[in-house]
């Protein structure tokens, strides 16, 4: 049997963007194990096959299970870790990569930079289909008092705990100061002159400047977290398998 060449973890994304991208992670974890890669694909609290229930989770025990993956990924393989995030799963990983002793390296799908930004994305929701029935004005306002009071809120079928929502938004996607490593930053879009926005140029310089070599890349597709049928974007599994070629 010959040593994997790396053990990587995927930290999926945040509520429904996890079931719509379910097939792309089975498809791109697939390949992954046919290049000699160990694999290891969880649900975090409460979701999709896991324990408990949505309710139940918290940003923390979201990372304590990041954590605890990648102690039980260690116990079959010592090759080097990858921690694999898509959207709100980056935040994650790089949070629990600052709790690892070791090198990390990361492969981002279309990160979430600000865990505030993209919570209050979600909250849109809500407000959304309480504008429609005439009841969301000072939606946001009550969202947050009802937190605050230390009680959860239902939005789009989910029932979100205050120490989910609090801990999202004060998540950020900056690196680790661990030791250095490689990250693989890819996104997709649909044009053809696509680059990377602002705002992520501007967070890759930060990943630069404290010492990793980040390999960024656009790839062909549509955000298949988000659309209303299940799509695949093809390019984005052989664009990560080229950057990881690369990094060996």
């Known amino acids: 049997m010959h040593p994997a060449r790396g053990a990587v973890l995927y930290v999926h994304p945040f509520a429904e963007e996890m079931n719509k991208s379910r097939r792309m992670a089975a498809r791109q974890a697939r390949r992954l194990a046919a290049a000699g890669f160990c694999v290891l694909q969880m649900d975090l609290l409460g979701c ?86 005439g009841n969301g004005k000072g939606l946001a306002d009550e969202i947050r008092r009802t937190l605050a009071d230390g009680l959860p809120v239902d939005i789009a079928g989910y029932s979100i705990a205050p120490g989910l929502a609090q801990g999202m938004e004060s998540a950020d996607l900056l690196p680790p100061s661990t030791k250095c490593s490689q990250v693989a930053w890819i996104e997709l879009s649909n044009r053809a002159d696509a680059t990377l926005s602002p705002v992520a140029q501007k967070r890759v310089q930060d990943w630069l400047a404290a010492g990793y070599l980040v390999h960024t890349a656009l790839a062909a597709g549509s955000a298949f977290w988000q659309t209303t049928e299940i799509e695949d974007a093809p390019e984005l599994l052989l664009k990560t398998m080229d950057a990881l070629d690369a990094e060996s």
């Open 48 to 133: 999709g096959d896991s324990s408990g229930v949505f309710e139940d989770a918290t940003w923390d025990l979201w990372l304590k299970d990041v954590l605890y993956a990648c102690e039980h990924l260690r116990s079959r393989s010592e090759a080097p870790l990858t921690l694999w995030g898509l959207r709100a799963g980056c935040l994650l990983a790089a949070q629990a990569a600052a709790e690892l002793s070791e090198s990390v390296n990361f492969i981002f799908w279309q990160p979430v930079l600000s865990g505030k930004q993209h919570w209050q994305q979600f909250m849109r929701l809500k407000m959304a289909s309480d504008l429609v029935s």
